[in-house]
């Protein structure tokens, strides 16, 4: 157990809808990443948070947002589903901005 | 940028058997190096990571890796797995004010009995 969380386990939608996925960072650490694994893509980074502001951005699609909230929690915003956006998004913590990044259990989004 | 390749898509090892898992990265800047494991459906979990320092790290497990900078490359050994190795194992690199981690695609090791 790494100590990162992610709500919901999974999650089965439609196309065209809209879905959040939520993710509690491990204690004391100020950053979140957010990772998309799918299988034509692999593992791809797609945002970071520090201490509540966007630090980094990867290959995320305008139709994707996150936040980070006071209490440090993240949360991963998908918009106007597509089939493409079926995958396992990872939610990665870390103390500060260099340190090793632990990953939580992930969310697996189908979208039909 | 930073860029990994991970050499072996599937690796196919005996019980008792030692495995090595080729890892070779491209960066135009110092490097540091990661190697997770993912079981089936589960997240990732770190074995080992090279920041700076020896270039032989060891990790969770029994694995160890090797940092050779001249070749580029962070291999990953264990000298004698055991069926529960049985997993996906991702190379990753990330760098100094470049904080995301930049993940190869991916070598499945499966071990046999």
């Known amino acids: 157990d790494s100590g990162v969380t992610q709500t919901p386990k999974h999650l089965i939608t439609a196309t065209g809808q809209r879905v959040t996925l939520r993710c509690s960072p491990r204690?004391?650490?100020?950053?979140v990443y957010w990772y998309q694994q799918s299988l034509d893509q692999g593992l791809q980074f797609l945002i970071q948070y520090y201490n509540g502001e966007e630090r980094a951005k990867g290959n995320i699609l305008e139709r994707f947002s996150a936040q980070q909230f006071p209490d440090l929690h993240s949360e991963l915003n998908l918009s106007s589903l597509e089939l493409g956006d079926s995958a396992l998004y990872f939610c990665?913590?870390?103390?500060?901005?260099?340190?090793?990044?632990?990953f939580g259990p992930g969310t697996r989004l189908l979208v039909l | 940028a930073q860029s990994v390749t991970q050499l072996d898509s599937q690796v196919p090892v005996f019980e008792e058997a030692p495995v090595e898992l080729r890892c070779n990265y491209s960066?135009?800047?110092?490097?540091?190096l990661f190697w997770y494991v993912q079981y089936p459906n589960q997240g990732l979990q770190l074995l080992l990571k090279?920041?700076?320092?020896?270039?032989l790290v060891k990790g969770i497990n029994g694995f160890e890796a090797e940092f050779n900078k001249s070749q580029t490359s962070f291999h990953l050994r264990k000298p004698s797995v055991h069926i529960s190795d049985t997993a996906e194992y991702f190379c990753?690199?990330?760098?100094?004010?470049?904080?995301?981690?930049?993940f190869g695609a991916g070598t499945t090791v499966t071990v046999r009995a």
């Open positions: 990665a913590s870390s103390v500060g901005i260099e340190e090793t990044q632990y």
């Open positions: 204690s004391g650490d100020l950053s």
């Open positions: 090279y920041l700076s320092g020896s270039t």
């Open positions: 960066s135009s800047v110092s490097v540091y």
């Open positions: 990753a690199v990330s760098a100094p004010n470049d904080y995301k981690l930049s």
